[in-house]
């Protein structure tokens, strides 16, 4: 049996699967076992951009490997807010705008998913 975490529209499931031969597949075939869900797991809540502001998303999962700025700190278009790594790749997370940093909302080692508010700017 192996364990895995299945998200089907925005919602996480834990699934066990159960491995059989291959012949044994073809007399299972005729007769589908009901699927093992459990209750879905907690993610935690994303943060959100202040009113007003211009939030900075992470483009793609990884991890934050440096923070560049600090709140109230202007940046221009283009400067390097962020270093964030993803497979083994350090990406960096620019300024979409000229502006003030208004919040920073991850710090450095933090894992990070798609769309996870790393700062805004206003």
């Known amino acids: 049996m ?3 975490s299945v998200t ?3 919602t996480t499931y834990e ?5 059989v ?6 007399a299972l075939s005729s007769a589908p076992a009901a699927p093992a869900v459990k209750a879905p797991v907690k993610e935690a809540p994303k943060a959100a951009a202040a009113a007003g502001s211009t939030p900075v998303k992470s483009p793609f999962p990884g991890t934050v490997l440096k923070v560049n700025v600090a709140v109230g700190q ?3 278009k283009e400067d390097v807010l ?3 790594e993803a497979m083994k790749m350090e990406n960096e997370i620019k300024a979409p705008a000229d502006g003030v940093v208004a919040s920073v909302n991850v710090n450095k080692g933090a ?3 798609t769309d996870d508010l790393l700062c805004s700017l206003k």
């Open 82 to 84: 962020m270093v964030v």
């Open 8 to 10: 089907v529209n925005g």
């Open 15 to 19: 699934v066990v699967v159960e491995e």
């Open 21 to 26: 031969a291959a012949d044994a597949a073809v």
């Open 74 to 76: 202007a940046v221009k």
């Open 111 to 113: 894992a990070v998913q």
């Open 2 to 4: 192996r364990k895995f």
